[in-house]
């Protein structure tokens, strides 16, 4: 290929901002590997090339120079020529025929459609704007005003020591979970927690019972370390398996979450919490209680919600997981695991292995947060705020979609399901509600299997009280044409 169709690009407007010389040094590059510049193709000398391009030969010799570290190119007497490369041939970059660059279980995780954008009824986000952040920008500059080489470089194993004393205490004063400081292990987000359990606590091939519908990230990490699921049905007291699964499906983890089960709202009895901790010990397995959504009760405002599994049997085959992602801001992504104490200097040894840690200076400035109160004074700001929120879009779905479409959840979190008849597929109404600016997830897509359930959930964590008449007037109206069009977005 001529050389100046490789470098036609050179001063392309949307490149503006590089400088010529990394602009001439990318694209003579990116022609070498995708074979327009063969093997041993000579290249202008650098006065001639940074005349032609009207630049400064010091550039052209810059780009030269790297391409020549690199390998990219040969110097000899004769000039600058391209290198006998492999991977210059046309095409050789692009996967064989029937070749798969991900694998099977990569290939297997099921789509997880979300709107990155905090939109109105997108679920799983808190209001954002109600956050102390002049308090948590003080702390963080404190806690910054302190640092030294070690906080610069991966934290501790398990996490700050500070940390780990506070959230052992948050969560015995708020949940009644039993542990010390030495249980508590502080990861980089619950996802990261879910993935050490399915990576420690079970084998390639092991069995996984996940609740159906289920929280999609939590599936996709089993598939992903190679689990087999197992979907149990969950029913208005949370997950619900026939006796006869222990025997024909025996799992080695049980993954829930008991405190408002993920998606449908619903809490796990106390009868099952103690079937269920009687069959993991019975079996050899492992629970892993997700308490992702547990700090706002709204059915008994002011009352302790159900105490956490884990405190039931503190040396039962518990790991308790949970985030602060609904009291702080998704982004912090630092999430806590508790374990037994007699299965923490194992597990603690696996995390010390698999992953390293990090944010050592917005750790120190959570643990004073929480000592000092103020995540306390947050929640129960926000508890009042939150509960407005909820009455008000029950009481406008109730009035725009009637008896018809039940309303399900509620008793905590930030979220409520909406039932929809067959005629409004619920994945045709979300399409259609994102081109409104309103970002529902349809109640389809928490299934595995056959699926039971259509409709929305309704976020309302960061959607203003004032707003959300208009907004579910809105979701209606698309409802409305969904079912007109005969279950299509029109």
Same mark, same amino acid.
């Given at each position: 290929?001529?050389?100046?169709?490789?470098?036609?690009?050179?001063?392309?407007?949307?490149?503006?901002?590089?400088?010529?010389?990394?602009?001439?040094?990318?694209?003579?590059?990116?022609?070498?590997?995708?074979? @327009?510049?063969?093997?041993?193709?000579?290249?202008?000398?650098?006065?001639?090339?940074?005349? /032609?391009?009207?630049?400064?030969?010091?550039?052209?010799?810059?780009?030269?120079?790297?391409?020549?570290?690199?390998?990219?190119?040969?110097?000899?007497?004769?000039?600058?020529?391209?290198?006998?490369?492999?991977?210059?041939?046309? *095409?050789?970059?692009? =996967?064989?025929?029937?070749?798969?660059? $991900?694998?099977?279980?990569?290939?297997?995780?099921?789509?997880?459609?979300?709107?990155?954008?905090?939109?109105?009824?997108?679920?799983?986000?808190?209001?954002?704007?109600?956050?102390?952040? #002049?308090?948590?920008?003080?702390?963080?500059?404190?806690?910054?005003?302190?640092? !030294?080489?070690?906080?610069?470089?991966?934290?501790?194993?398990? *996490?700050?020591?500070?940390?780990?004393?506070?959230?052992?205490?948050?969560?015995?004063?708020?949940?009644?979970?039993?542990?010390?400081?030495?249980?508590?292990?502080?990861?980089?987000?619950?996802?990261?927690?879910? /993935?050490?359990?399915?990576?420690?606590?079970? /084998?390639?091939?092991?069995?996984?019972?996940?609740?159906?519908?289920?929280?999609?990230?939590?599936?996709?990490?089993?598939?992903?370390?190679?689990?087999?699921?197992?979907?149990?049905?969950?029913?208005?007291?949370?997950?619900?398996?026939?006796?006869?699964?222990?025997?024909?499906?025996?799992? @080695?983890?049980?993954? &829930?979450?008991?405190?408002?089960?993920?998606?449908?709202?619903?809490?796990?009895?106390?009868?099952?919490?103690?079937?269920?901790?009687? %069959?993991?010990?019975?079996?050899? %397995?492992?629970?892993?209680?997700?308490?992702?959504?547990?700090?706002?009760?709204?059915?008994?405002?002011?009352?302790?919600?159900?105490?956490?599994?884990?405190?039931?049997?503190?040396?039962?085959?518990?790991?308790?997981?949970?985030?602060?992602?609904?009291?702080?801001? =998704?982004?912090?992504?630092?999430?806590?695991?508790? &374990?037994?104490?007699?299965?923490?200097?194992?597990? %603690?040894?696996?995390?010390?292995?698999? +992953?390293? %840690?990090?944010?050592? &200076?917005?750790?120190? #400035?959570?643990?004073?947060?929480?000592?000092?109160?103020?995540?306390?004074?947050? $929640?129960?700001?926000?508890?009042?705020? +939150?509960?407005?929120?909820?009455?008000?879009?029950?009481?406008?779905?109730?009035?725009?979609?009637?008896?018809?479409?039940?309303?399900?959840?509620?008793?905590?979190?930030?979220?409520?399901?909406?039932?929809?008849?067959?005629?409004?597929?619920?994945?045709?109404?979300?399409?259609?509600?994102?081109?409104?600016?309103?970002?529902?997830?349809?109640?389809?897509?928490?299934? !595995?299997?056959?699926?039971?359930?259509?409709?929305?959930?309704?976020?309302?964590?960061?959607?203003?009280?004032?707003?959300?008449?208009?907004?579910?007037?809105?979701?209606?109206?698309?409802?409305?044409?969904?079912?007109?069009? *005969?279950?299509? =977005?029109?």
């Amino acid at each position: 290929m001529p050389l100046s169709l490789v470098l036609s690009a050179l001063d392309d407007p949307a490149a503006t901002s590089e400088a010529r010389q990394l602009r001439l040094y990318r694209l003579l590059k990116a022609a070498i590997l995708d074979g @327009r510049l063969a093997s041993a193709t000579r290249l202008p000398g650098s006065r001639q090339l940074a005349a /032609d391009l009207h630049m400064a030969r010091n550039c052209v010799l810059f780009a030269y120079q790297l391409l020549l570290a690199e390998g990219f190119v040969e110097a000899d007497r004769g000039g600058t020529r391209v290198a006998a490369l492999p991977l210059a041939a046309a *095409g050789a970059l692009h =996967p064989p025929a029937g070749a798969h660059m $991900l694998s099977r279980r990569a290939r297997q995780l099921p789509d997880i459609k979300r709107s990155e954008a905090l939109l109105p009824f997108a679920p799983g986000a808190p209001d954002l704007n109600a956050f102390p952040w #002049a308090v948590w920008a003080r702390l963080l500059h404190q806690a910054w005003a302190e640092v !030294t080489a070690r906080q610069l470089a991966y934290a501790e194993p398990g *996490g700050e020591p500070e940390l780990r004393r506070a959230v052992a205490a948050f969560l015995s004063a708020r949940r009644g979970v039993a542990c010390t400081p030495e249980q508590v292990f502080i990861v980089a987000g619950g996802q990261v927690a879910l /993935d050490a359990c399915a990576r420690l606590l079970a /084998d390639s091939g092991d069995t996984v019972w996940l609740e159906n519908p289920c929280y999609p990230g939590a599936r996709n990490v089993m598939l992903a370390a190679g689990l087999m699921p197992v979907a149990v049905a969950v029913d208005q007291d949370g997950m619900a398996p026939a006796p006869a699964l222990w025997q024909s499906a025996p799992p @080695r983890l049980v993954y &829930v979450t008991p405190s408002h089960q993920y998606p449908l709202g619903s809490v796990l009895s106390l009868e099952r919490r103690l079937a269920l901790l009687a %069959g993991v010990e019975a079996s050899g %397995g492992w629970l892993i209680e997700d308490d992702y959504d547990s700090d706002f009760n709204h059915a008994q405002p002011g009352a302790r919600p159900l105490p956490a599994i884990q405190g039931l049997r503190p040396e039962a085959p518990v790991v308790y997981v949970g985030t602060f992602s609904k009291l702080l801001y =998704p982004g912090l992504r630092i999430a806590y695991m508790v &374990v037994p104490r007699w299965a923490a200097a194992g597990l %603690g040894e696996g995390i010390r292995k698999l +992953y390293r %840690g990090g944010q050592a &200076v917005e750790q120190r #400035a959570l643990a004073r947060l929480l000592e000092s109160g103020q995540l306390t004074r947050h $929640l129960r700001r926000m508890a009042p705020v +939150y509960r407005e929120r909820q009455a008000v879009l029950r009481a406008a779905l109730h009035a725009r979609f009637g008896e018809a479409c039940p309303i399900l959840g509620g008793q905590a979190g930030l979220h409520l399901v909406l039932g929809l008849p067959s005629s409004v597929p619920d994945a045709a109404l979300a399409e259609g509600a994102l081109e409104q600016g309103i970002a529902p997830r349809p109640l389809s897509a928490y299934y !595995t299997g056959t699926v039971p359930g259509n409709g929305l959930v309704l976020g309302y964590g960061l959607t203003v009280a004032a707003h959300i008449p208009e907004l579910v007037t809105r979701l209606a109206g698309v409802a409305e044409r969904v079912r007109n069009a *005969g279950g299509v =977005p029109s």
